[in-house]
């Protein structure tokens, strides 16, 4: 299975590398197709973004209901072709509307992570999912430093040029799941309409006992975290005045982090706190970070604390842990959907709200300047997770 295994990764990594490779270049990119101010550049990034999201909300359980009954292999070779288009199309984009063409056709085909998170459900025992999932994660982080890099880079060879290469890698990975890639659902799965729309998954996996707090816990987390993809690049450039490429470089070290805590930290602690104390820590950790990152007015503190944020991520694969070990495994792909499209339901609202809430503080007629805003609500979601979550554990005791 290393081949296989492999591949998955290297999917994992391109799907990631495909947000991290836009976000130094999207301020400039943005400019360059309708011109106007950072802060209605911060405003399009977050429409983009946002499309892109509604798309994976609505086609989420599709893509893993269909994973479930076709199987993993059709889904992610069909996905990473339509991803290669995509990088292709926003290369040539000449205008933001063929920009927002490719993100919704990029947000519909966009199933390699949750079908991906489904194969990795498929060949680990109960007590390894954790674990697994974290290589899922460690693959994003991967994907973090290598796209930011890519993007802060090869923008010197112009904003198009991190998209013509994406394409390539996608591309020659294609190339190699189709040679690798073997089928690991056994026993497929009837496929039912009422159970691949977002709120028909939602309803049927909520009935089961646990799931509905811990998808909501999920919710609020993805929702607080997506403050970084959705206003760093701006933030950093009006707080610190920092270029693509530092921007690139802050990124690279929060992905260096993240894959290390993800594959080495995350299976030390499943040892010895197990998911739910893990989740508790990481929680604590990341409302820490924001409040900090709220504050700080120093470019050169903001790099020590970038690492230190990504410590926190050790909450998303113990929940996934958690999750998939009470979900049958003939739905599974199913699960993972659900979980891409409350994923992607964050997503649509951070995106929208945060940099919303960071216009608001960093335009030019703003009664108040603060650039850190949206970092302090971020730690305010996180606290109301964390309340959600304790009183869940303490529930599930008291059951016990």
Known sequence: MRLPILFILITVVLDAMGIGLIMPIMPDLIREVRGGTLAGAALWGGILSTVFAVMQFGFGPLVGSLSDRFGRRPVLLISLFFMTLDYLVMALAGSIWLLLAARIVGGITAATHATASAFMADISA??????????????????????????????????????????????????????VLRETVRRPRAFSWARANPLGAFRHLSRMPGIRPLLVVFFLYNLALYVYPAIWAYFTQARFGWSPDIIGLSLALYGITSALVQTVLIRSLMRHWGERLTVLQGLFFDIGTCLLLAVVTSGTVALILTPLAAIGAVVT??????????????????????????????????????????????????????????????????????????????????AA
């Open 126 to 179: 109960p007590e390894d999912k954790a674990a697994n999932f974290g290589l899922i994660g460690a693959g994003f982080g991967i994907g973090f430093v290598l796209g930011p890099l890519m993007g802060g880079l090869l923008a010197e060879y112009g904003t198009r040029a991190p998209f013509y290469a994406a394409a390539a890698l996608s591309a020659l990975n294609l190339l190699l799941g189709a040679c």
């Open 317 to 398: 694969p113990a929940l996934q842990g958690t999750m998939s070990r009470q979900v049958a495994d003939d739905a599974q792909g199913e699960l993972q959907g659900v979980l891409s499209s409350v994923n992607a339901l964050a997503v649509i609202l951070s995106t929208m709200v945060m940099t919303s809430v960071f216009a608001a503080f960093t335009a030019p007629a703003a009664p108040v300047q603060f650039a850190g805003a949206p970092f302090l609500l971020a730690a305010l979601l996180l606290v109301i997770a964390l309340v959600i979550y304790r009183r869940q554990v303490n529930a599930a005791a008291g």
